[in-house]
């Protein structure tokens, strides 16, 4: 069973930046997607951004511009650099990985961003 791990959240004020991480506890084997998923209070989850263990990415379209995913295969970690927050992007972020083999999700516990205006 893959676990996912989340680090990086917390407070920032408007304007600042933040770098989730995203570690999992063993290396992933053949095609993947990972990505960042947040769920404010009192709305369903989205997402935010992906990418492909091919090397493809992409965005909500709320976030363009402002956030970037990336992935070191080495380490089996993914990040998301926030960078230009707003007040709206407070929210708790989720890591989730998709095996493309057998279509198992795996979700990490969420780490909160809260970005202060």
């Known amino acids: 069973q893959v676990q996912l791990v989340e680090s990086g959240g917390g407070l920032v004020q408007a304007g600042g930046s933040l770098r989730l991480s995203c570690a999992t506890s063993?290396?992933?084997?053949?095609?993947?997607?990972m990505g960042w998923y947040r769920q404010a209070p009192g709305t369903q989850r989205e997402l935010v951004a992906g990418?492909?263990?091919?090397?493809?990415?992409n965005y909500a379209d709320s976030v363009k511009g402002r956030f970037t995913i990336s992935r070191d295969n080495a380490k089996n970690t993914v990040y998301l650099q926030m960078n230009s927050l707003k007040p709206e992007d407070t929210a708790i972020y989720y890591c989730?990985?998709?095996?493309?083999?057998?279509?198992?999700?795996?979700w990490g516990q969420g780490t909160q961003v809260t970005v202060s205006s």
């Open positions: 989730k990985l998709t095996t493309l083999g057998d279509l198992r999700d795996y």
């Open positions: 063993q290396r992933i084997l053949g095609s993947n997607i």
């Open positions: 990418s492909s263990s091919g090397g493809s990415t």
